[in-house]
């Protein structure tokens, strides 16, 4: 908790100056800021850990589904590649919903239960993909 | 007569080459001499009546008790009943149309109907029958298009000859129903051409005419009246023991195979020809009587309720949606429903075993049947037992069919087909004795509060699973 | 003692709370039972018959459905309709309406040991639906107030007008199941989005993915979600929640609605499916941004986010832009330009202005539809702003958009009449929740003794008066509902309501004479060209091969239709013998005075066709020279010369008598019988009883080759003749008839 209150300080000293370095500057800051803490985040639930290492993962294969279209600059069965691509996203979506609920819990919905519909909804997505992919 | 003895030899000749390639090919032996063959066709009715009144004498050796009646072949393929009787008595003569086949040099195929004495005839001695025979084969409009207001022909072909595979002695033909008759391409000889008289239309009397000889006529006369043809019935009759009904549902397609319009139809001449006179060659309505005390009728066809209908008494008047000219068809469902007492009796000697009896049809007056398949669906549970039919019927299947709460056998389905059948036959009963427990009658609803126990249980059941994770 | 007291107390909640269940119950019975059987009018004054022109099409589809597998109902090509074209209906439908009656006629007959007919199904589908969208209703009502609410809203949209307008017996359209999809999809969305659960979002989903396949108008679903989410986080209103629920619904709700083969890959390809898109995106971002934002201090991150926002926007129009211009994304369709620009439509495109449910509602339209939901239905909304929580926000956007919507196009009115019923309720349900309170009058529970009896007797007296008349304004509703549901929704228009002679109820069923006389007398395969409006029905009912029909895909065919209908006979001829056709069929309502007929929607036929031949059908030269549209002696030569005129008046005039002269009980003008031109290239082949249907055949080519024309003018001359001649001989034949 030693994080925001330094930034506050930093903050006043230069809110006067706000010119274009000053933002790249605040962003580089913020930046290293939000990477510090999610890291920390991370490093204290090993759950999330995997959670990203999985979302991780799967922006991964959505990359280079896109880069092969992109290369053989045909996506025929467009079906198939929107299939695929699309599965990655939704996991990957499903994934973050997930990892909100894990890191604060919603009223009425107890971790256990996100889980079991974090279950749930992946196999519906993986099973209206597959019937996508023919 | 020596070129027609050349050409019954050729037959003869023929009958044998054919007997090797076709081994159906049959020719009634020679065992009878028609003395009088006297023929009366009645053209009133849609369907053709016809009437023999024959003299006929053994001229074999033995005793002889199968006589054939020759048809030719389309009216054979209609032929709907024949009955005949030893004149003066009460005897009857087992008939009935036989498979086998002649077929003539030019290509004509003759068909038989058998008529089976109950004893045999002696040789060399006479014996009178009068036959009727009723067969729907419809006549051919004569011209084909005909205007709205002409009146409409319709032609029928018939040999002007005994049809017999016996030699005849002496040979009338008669036709009547009509008032207007004439001979299509009349032939020069006056002899053989028909004659108009006031008790019909006349040919003959010829004398001594071999057998087989052929001369067709074609005879023409005047009936403005349509000629409906049901090409296909289905008469369902459902029993329902807990009802305490018996429900009719009948579908119709009919055709008028009468004479065509010549320049489409043109509502207008139809309403002026209405104002003149209300009948014409066309139906525009259909009478149908139905059983005593019947309710809930209804009139459908493949498009929703045809409202024009009316049910006044024991009739029920159908106005069809259009006009039926000749070449148009129609076709309708129709229902009502009659107590079942009407038609049920128990067996006296089972408490458990009933006897159905069920009219043929209730068909529209004056029409024929093509096909007509009667279907009775028994409830379920029953165990039938015996059928009998007043009418010949092709076939018969028994069969379960899957209706409303079927949930265990289904009922059974009984099925007639008969075939070329008209109006006057349809009161030809249909018997059926079936056995029907009364542990099998209460099954039923029991079977059925337990499908809803069960679901409404497992509704409860599974209403109070928690599937919840907490 | 205190326990037991407890005890005591929780012993007469439960019972309330059973009292209560029943009385749900008891109430939920009978809103179903009134909104079924206030559905039912149409059955039981006329039958059960499939309505109108569109559900005769689904009628059609789900017997197809039902009499072959669910594969071939797929890959259905129809080679009956759009002759010689045809249509690849399964791809081109939606087949949400005819896979669920299937699926409930297959599970009556397989499961249940009923097998009921499948044209009962249809025609119940809609009021069985209707009971479930007042269910549907009810949950939603109760997540936006509170179940008094709720009842109070599955109460009016059960039998409100505007809803049963679409959904009576036999209305078997896409809309009868939509509706209901709809309401179960938001009631879904806003339960996943109050609660933030992944379970509801994907049952959100599930039932868009329904509505999709059912219904063409799921693309308000597509659009109203995002819009919500986006007011959201435009008010500040951020939270996981709406990130779960939204991308769940999104991610899925997508992929599935890719599987109906219709819409394909629209939902990443059209501009009407972007803004779902959009706001995934902004979603993303902005969940991205609320994480930094936690960490960084919110100065800094003001200039961040405002940086981060422009650069964002740039970007996605740029790219919007630059992807419709290079044509991966579909340009806005012309329904949907016709939904901003009331007037476009008659402007570019005359087949969308033709239909009169594309025409603007007029203002009457609203309370015939509503009645006095109309103006509760604002104070409603404005009950949800004071209040306004996150799902009061989509109450308020819907309502927004719709009664835009709504305004714009009349079919719409359907689907802004749920939320008026939300509405209506919401406010109702407050008014009722304050003056049907007596329980200070009655019971002092202590803490204002000091009230005294005459403010007493003043506030009893203004809640009564309150609350009866709103009782008597219910009442009303109630009345008004049954009455519009009678007299304007209830008609299946293929049958005509009217009187007979001696003044009992009778039907004109002339629609059903013609089409099954055709289906009865014509060739298996025989091509009947009428106008589309008729091309459902046709191939329904009378179960032959049509050109066009209701859905009007190809502008061009229809307008050679049009075309054959303005032109005179030789040309019209030509151009039905290249299409093959068999039988030309026209409505014609002179002599029964029903105004609906082809020579009232004869202006659309020469609209249609004038924009594809604008040099051979000119819309001018039907009119009069005084601008008139006259079918009398003073009509144009056009208009006389025209096929459709003389199929119309063919036998007209001697209807009358032998003056020759008939009058058009719908124009309200003279036809005499010299206007009248013989038809040479055509025969009449059927008319029904009230002339209501007329059917001309096209007449085979002369055996002598000769022209149609010097046929028809050889035969006239020579009956001319014939006539003189007997007229010489008995000059009163004629006068007889």
Redesign the interface.
């Known amino acids: 908790m030693a994080g925001p209150r330094q930034l506050k300080k930093d903050s006043k000293s230069e809110s006067k100056t706000t010119t274009a370095s000053s933002i790249t500057k605040d962003f580089a800051e913020a930046f290293n800021l939000s990477i510090d803490s999610y890291f920390k985040q991370v490093n204290s639930n090993n759950k999330l850990k995997l959670i990203d290492i999985f979302a991780f993962f799967l922006v991964l294969i959505a990359l280079i589904q896109f880069v092969f279209v992109c290369l053989i600059r045909d996506n025929f069965p467009f079906n198939a590649f929107l299939a695929g691509f699309i599965i990655c996203v939704g996991q990957f979506i499903l994934l973050m919903c997930l990892r909100m609920q894990l890191l604060s819990p919603f009223e009425g919905i107890s971790t256990n239960r996100a889980f079991g519909e974090f279950v749930l909804a992946s196999l519906l997505l993986h099973f209206i993909c597959l019937h996508f992919i023919n | 007569m020596f070129v027609s003895r050349i050409w019954w030899i050729s037959t003869i000749f023929m009958f044998c080459l054919n007997r090797i390639v076709t081994a159906n090919q049959f020719i009634p032996p020679e065992n009878w001499r028609n003395i009088r063959y006297f023929r009366e066709i009645d053209v009133s009715n849609p369907f053709t009546g016809e009437s023999y009144d024959l003299t006929i004498e053994n001229i074999s050796d033995e005793p002889q008790n199968q006589y054939y009646i020759a048809l030719s072949e389309d009216v054979a393929l209609s032929t709907s009943m024949i009955t005949a009787a030893i004149k003066g008595t009460e005897k009857f003569l087992a008939c009935q149309t036989v498979a086998t086949f002649t077929q003539l040099k030019d290509g004509t195929v003759i068909k038989y109907a058998l008529l089976a004495f109950p004893t045999p005839i002696q040789p060399h001695s006479q014996v009178s029958i009068m036959a009727k025979f009723y067969h729907t084969l419809a006549p051919t409009p004569y011209p084909e298009h005909i205007s709205i207001d002409d009146i409409q022909h319709l032609s029928i072909k018939e040999n002007r000859y005994p049809l017999s595979p016996y030699d005849t002695d002496i040979f009338s033909l008669r036709i009547t129903g009509s008032d207007d008759f004439y001979e299509l391409n009349p032939p020069k000889d006056k002899s053989a051409q028909g004659v108009l008289t006031l008790e019909g239309f006349k040919f003959g009397p010829h004398h001594d005419v071999e057998s087989f000889t052929i001369n067709e006529a074609t005879i023409v006369y005047g009936s403005d009246a349509p000629v409906n043809k049901i090409t296909h019935l289905n008469r369902d009759v459902w029993i329902s023991h807990w009802a305490n009904t018996v429900q009719y549902q009948e579908y119709y397609e009919i055709k008028n195979v009468g004479a065509k319009l010549k320049d489409g139809f043109s509502r207008l001449d139809f309403i002026r020809h209405q104002q003149k006179s209300p009948s014409g060659h066309y139906s525009t309505i259909f009478n149908i009587a139905l059983p005593e005390n019947s309710t809930d009728h209804f009139v459908t066809d493949k498009i929703g309720l045809v409202s024009t209908h009316e049910v006044r008494g024991d009739t029920l008047t159908l106005k069809p949606r259009f006009p039926i000219f000749g070449g148009w068809g129609y076709n309708f469902t129709i229902g009502w429903t009659n107590p079942l007492s009407q038609v049920l009796r128990k067996d006296p000697t089972d408490d458990d075993t009933y006897i159905l009896c069920i009219t043929s049809l209730n068909g529209p007056s004056s029409a024929t049947y093509d096909f007509a398949h009667v279907t009775i669906y028994l409830p379920e549970g029953v165990e039938y037992v015996d059928v009998g039919t007043a009418l010949p019927f092709d076939e018969a299947t028994v069969e379960p069919e899957y209706s409303f709460f079927d949930l265990q056998d289904g009922h059974q389905k009984i099925t007639f087909n008969f075939k070329n059948l008209f109006d006057e036959l349809g009161k030809g009963e249909v018997l059926i004795k079936y056995k029907y427990p009364k542990t099998a009658m209460y099954k039923k609803p029991l079977s059925i509060a337990c499908y809803w126990f069960i679901g409404l249980l497992s509704f409860f059941v599974l209403k109070n699973v928690n599937i919840g994770i907490y | 003692m205190s326990t037991a007291v407890v005890k005591n107390r929780e012993s007469s909640s439960t019972t309330i709370q059973w009292v209560q269940s029943i009385l749900k119950t008891a109430i939920f019975v009978s809103i179903i039972f009134a909104s079924v059987s206030s559905r039912l009018f149409a059955v039981i004054r006329f039958?059960?018959?499939i309505h109108e022109f569109d559900p005769w099409f689904n009628f059609r589809a789900t017997k197809y459905l039902v009499e072959n597998s669910f594969n071939d109902f797929l890959n259905w090509f129809d080679d009956r309709t759009w002759y010689p074209l045809g249509r690849v209906t399964g791809g081109t439908l939606y087949p949400g309406l005819m896979t669920t009656s299937g699926l409930v006629w297959h599970i009556f007959k397989d499961y249940l040991?009923?097998?009921i007919d499948i044209r009962n199904i249809c025609v119940m589908f809609a009021p069985a639906f209707s009971g479930i969208t007042a269910y549907a209703t009810y949950k939603l009502t109760c997540e936006i107030k509170d179940e008094s609410a709720g009842l109070l809203a599955a109460a009016f949209i059960g039998i409100v007008p505007g809803y049963i307008s679409r959904s009576v017996a036999g209305s078997y359209d896409n809309e009868a199941i939509a509706i209901t999809l709809l309401m179960v999809t938001f009631m879904f969305w806003i339960k996943a989005m109050k609660?933030?659960?992944?379970?509801n979002?994907?049952l959100a989903a599930?039932f868009y993915f329904y509505m999709v396949s059912a219904w063409g108008g799921y693309v308000f679903i597509t659009n109203l979600i995002p819009f919500h989410v986006f007011c959201l986080i435009l008010m500040g209103r951020y939270n996981?929640?709406i990130?779960?629920a939204y991308?769940?619904w999104f991610?899925?709700g997508?992929?599935?609605s890719?599987?109906i083969p219709f819409v394909g890959?629209l939902p990443?390809k059209s501009n009407d499916h972007m803004s779902a898109l959009g706001v995934f995106g902004l979603l993303q971002i902005v969940?991205l941004g609320n994480?930094?934002k936690g960490?960084?201090?919110s100065?800094?991150?003001k200039?961040?986010m405002v940086?981060s926002m422009i650069t964002l926007i740039a970007v996605g129009v740029l790219g919007l832009f630059a992807l419709t211009y290079m044509g991966l994304i579909a340009p806005w369709t012309g329904r949907f330009y016709s939904l901003w620009d009331t007037s476009y439509a008659k402007i570019h495109i005359p087949i969308i202005a033709s239909v009169s449910e594309h025409q603007p509602v007029t203002w009457p339209a609203f309370f015939f539809d509503t009645q006095f939901l109309i103006w509760l239905f604002p104070a409603g909304v404005l009950l949800l702003f004071l209040e306004l929580r996150d799902e009061h926000v989509f109450i308020i956007a819907y309502s927004v958009l719709c009664s835009y919507f709504a305004g714009v196009m009349i079919r719409l009115m359907l689907t802004l009449t749920p939320v008026i019923c939300i509405a209506a309720a919401v406010a109702l349900s407050k008014i009722f929740d304050i003056y049907l309170d007596f329980s200070s009058i009655f019971f002092n529970d202590g803490k204002d003794k000091k009230v005294e009896p005459r403010k007493k007797v003043l506030s009893l007296i203004t809640k009564l008066f309150v609350s009866a008349t709103f009782i008597f304004y219910l009442y009303l509703f109630v009345y008004h509902c049954t009455w519009v549901t009678q007299t304007a929704y209830s008609s299946p228009s293929?049958?005509l309501p009217s009187q007979g002679p001696d003044g009992r109820p009778?039907?004109i069923?002339d629609y059903?004479?013609?089409?099954?006389?055709l289906?009865?007398?014509t060739k298996e395969d025989a091509k009947v060209a009428a106008w589309w409006d008729y091309g459902y029905q046709i191939g329904g009912?009378a179960d032959r091969t049509t050109l066009v029909d209701n859905n009007t895909w190809n502008n061009t065919h229809i307008a050679l239709i049009g075309k054959a209908m303005a032109s005179p006979e030789e040309i019209s001829y030509k151009v039905l013998k290249e299409l093959d056709v068999d039988y030309v069929l026209i409505i014609f309502g002179g002599v029964l005075g029903f105004g609906g007929d082809d020579i009232n929607k004869f202006l659309w036929m020469i609209r249609i066709s004038q924009g594809i031949w604008p040099d051979e059908i000119s819309e001018r030269n039907f009119f009069t020279s005084n601008g008139e549209y006259k079918v009398d002696s003073s009509a144009t030569e056009t208009m006389k010369k025209s096929l459709l005129y003389k199929m119309s008046y063919k036998?007209f005039p001697?209807?009358f008598g032998g003056r020759g002269e008939g009058m058009d009980r719908v124009r309200h003008q003279t036809i005499r019988s010299e206007d009248v031109e013989a038809l040479d290239y055509f025969?009449?082949?059927?008319?029904?009883?009230n002339?209501l249907v007329r059917i001309y055949?096209l007449r085979d080519l002369d055996d002598e080759g000769r022209n149609f024309r010097d046929v028809g003018k050889f035969n006239r001359l020579s009956e001319k003749f014939l006539r003189k001649r007997s007229l010489n001989k008995k000059p009163a034949i004629d006068m007889l008839?």
């Not at chain 3, 059903?512 to 006389?517: F, H, P, Q, S, V």
């Not at chain 3, 025969?683 to 009883?689: D, G, K, N, V, Y």
């Open positions: 039958e059960s018959i040991g009923l097998p609660y933030g659960s992944i379970l979002g994907c599930l996981p929640k990130y779960v991308n769940t991610v899925i997508t992929i599935a890719m599987q890959f990443i969940a994480f930094v960490k960084v201090s100065g800094k991150f200039i961040i940086v293929v049958v009778a039907l069923d059903r004479e013609a089409y099954y006389w289906r009865m007398n009912m036998d001697e209807l025969e009449e082949a059927f008319t029904s009883e002339w055949k008839i």
